[in-house]
């Protein structure tokens, strides 16, 4: 059991078999977790968000995504060496609590939960939305299905999940992939009505390369915006007690973020930036319909809005799956309600994934009835709470490796490059999107919110930890 996990060191003997003292089943595959890695690392970040950024910062934001992708890289395998340690469900949390300490595993694990929740409502919210574009129906209704539906196959089993998110995740690399082709062939080959125009010079010649209102600063400004688009990329992580192989499978899914990356986002923004020159562009427009209407493919928004649907589910269905798993973390661990530990016959968290899909639920009645701003605050701060499982990550790795190198730990077999240095740049680099989001009105209020949030944690800590003061989720790990 995972209360045993805290008092006690491991070997990776003992990490191989952590899964079955969880009471999980192993029942995601290669082909499943391979999935799961690529799709989390695509969303609505990238089909509609990108168009904001393209229109602010030009065809620099390019290099934003290339210079954001490899600190997610860098993130990756922090995570990764720390998963061949030892390889756990509810893994950030888990890591924070024996690398720092009990207080930081419970903030730690209660942040990604509230990420997830408060994604869950945004997106499936959005699933709801885009159904419009299709059928006349309530907003609530089409939520109101999606939640059920999700909540449902995520209790039935693991695999289930996996196949779920293995087909949405389908749908969108095929879209992404796709469209890199169409762009293609109209460089090449001239076809379309945006075949007279497309070039590859139209990344610098309108402009320049830096071709923002303030050149670089934009670019810069862009960073909250990519980082919110790679959001989800660390869930690989948590399937680590459901892996069939997580020795072999996640250092493979890991290992795939650079080129995935460089594909599905700088590969598909160099062709459609040559395509359809970056003036074109204005916020709140996919640049995937963008660009299907500058080519004449009329029927391009009804695709583009298909794809996007099936990124809102795809990451709906990653929050049903995380938050159960995240609160029976904590609740074996003493650190949450004991009833979040159920397991249905199938190792499915049965509470912890009814808890989360009700508060989902309740949220798709708040932005039904009060729509606004104050909503999509909460959704700037999903990011930071989203960050914040990163930071512990490299954190976590950093002191992992300091341990493994004077002896105290095993070495992990899949050690990060650049070691603790590679892990202090990518702590940088995200302390530097933080500065930009407080230099951004509209996302200045989710730095507010945290100290709020951390505040009500802290008191929560102390209230567990003065009802069971000599427990061991409470004791400081040597």
Not at 52 to 70: D, E, M, N, T
């Amino acid at each position: 059991m995972t209360s045993v996990r805290v008092d006690k060191q491991h070997d990776g003997s003992e990490a191989a078999d952590s899964a079955s003292g969880e009471g999980y089943h192993r029942a995601l595959g290669a082909r499943q977790i391979q999935m799961i890695a690529i799709g989390g690392a695509i969303g609505t970040g990238l089909f509609l968000g990108a168009g904001k950024g393209i229109s602010k910062a030009g065809p620099s934001l390019i290099l934003a995504y290339a210079l954001a992708g490899l600190v997610i890289f860098f993130i990756m395998r922090a995570l990764g060496e720390l998963l061949m340690y030892r390889p756990v469900s509810g893994s950030f949390s888990e890591y924070a609590r024996e690398f720092i300490g009990p207080f930081a595993g419970f903030v730690t694990g209660w942040t990604y939960w509230l990420f997830w929740v408060v994604t869950g409502i945004t997106e499936v919210t959005a699933a709801a939305t885009y159904m419009t574009y299709w059928w006349d129906i309530p907003q609530w209704l089409s939520a109101l299905v999606f939640t059920i539906i999700l909540y449902g196959a995520n209790l039935i089993s693991v695999k289930l999940f996996g196949e779920l998110e293995f087909w949405f995740s389908m749908v969108k690399v095929t879209a992404i992939v796709g469209m890199i082709l169409i762009c293609a062939g109209i460089l090449t080959l001239g076809f379309s009505d945006a075949g007279d125009t497309a070039s590859i010079t139209h990344l610098w010649d309108l402009g320049g390369f830096f071709a923002g209102e303030d050149g670089i600063v934009s670019t810069l400004m862009t960073l909250q915006m990519v980082m919110f688009a790679f959001l989800a990329v660390e869930l690989v992580g948590v399937t680590a007690g459901e892996s069939k192989d997580p020795k072999t499978v996640l250092p493979k899914a890991i290992n795939t973020v650079p080129w995935r990356i460089a594909v599905f986002y700088v590969g598909a923004l160099i062709m459609i930036l040559s395509v359809v020159p970056w003036t074109h562009f204005k916020p709140g427009v996919s640049p995937f319909v963008a660009a299907f209407e500058e080519m004449g493919f009329q029927a391009g928004a009804a695709i583009v809005n298909f794809v996007v649907l099936t990124a809102a589910l795809s990451s709906c269905n990653s929050g049903m799956y995380s938050t159960g798993r995240m609160l029976r973390d904590l609740a074996l661990n003493g650190q949450g309600p004991k009833l979040f530990t159920r397991l249905t016959k199938s190792g499915t968290p049965l509470v912890g994934t009814t808890f989360s899909a009700a508060l989902m639920m309740v949220g798709v009645w708040i932005n039904y009835q009060w729509p606004g701003d104050a909503f999509n605050y909460v959704v700037s701060f999903a990011t930071i709470s989203g960050m914040w499982a990163w930071i512990m990550i490299l954190v976590c790795q950093i002191r992992y490796r300091l341990k493994a190198d004077r002896g105290l730990l095993p070495q992990s077999s899949f050690k990060a490059p650049g070691g603790i240095w590679a892990s202090v740049f990518a702590l940088a680099f995200i302390g530097l999107v933080v500065v930009t989001m407080g230099m951004d009105e509209g996302n200045r209020v989710a730095l507010y919110g945290a100290p709020v949030w951390g505040l009500l944690l802290a008191v929560a800590y102390l209230v567990l930890k003065a009802r069971n003061p000599e427990g061991a989720a409470f004791a400081k790990r040597s």
